[in-house]
Nanobody, 120 residues
Framework: QVRLVESGGGLVQPGGSLRLSCAASGSIFRTNAMGWHRQAPGQQRELVAI???????TYADSAKGRFTISTDNAWDTVYLQMNSLKPEDTAVYYC??????????????WGQGTEVTVSS
């Protein structure tokens, strides 16, 4: 069974930085992409950043220039370095992984979320 576990959320002042981590575990045959999404109170979940197995990255306009997505060499952990944080970045951040477990079909998996609050 595949699990995604996020960590690194918390309270930070405007202008500060946080680094989110998401560790994937289980019988994974191949990971095609990993990403971060967020959902603010009363709003829909939105894409923040995605990184593909080929190394390509996509960022939401709100994240460009401030956030950086990366993975470790084993492709079992994805990171989101967030700098110059703003109050509007406050949300629950969810990790996602497009992967194929051993013996199971390829599909998208989600973590349980980690809360980020940007406030003075």
């Amino acid at each position: 069974q595949v699990r995604l576990v996020e960590s690194g959320g918390g309270l930070v002042q405007p202008g500060g930085s946080l680094r989110l981590s998401c560790a994937a575990s289980g019988s994974i045959f191949r990971t095609n992409a990993m990403g971060w999404h967020r959902q603010a109170p009363g709003q829909q979940r939105e894409l923040v950043a995605i990184i593909t197995s080929g190394g390509g990255t996509t960022y939401a306009d709100s994240a460009k220039g401030r956030f950086t997505i990366s993975t470790d060499n084993a492709w079992d952990t994805v990171y989101l370095q967030m700098n110059s944080l703003k109050p509007e970045d406050t949300a629950v951040y969810y990790c996602s992984a497009d992967l194929k477990p051993i013996g199971l079909p390829r599909r998208n998996y989600w973590g349980q979320g980690t809360e980020v609050t940007v406030s003075s």
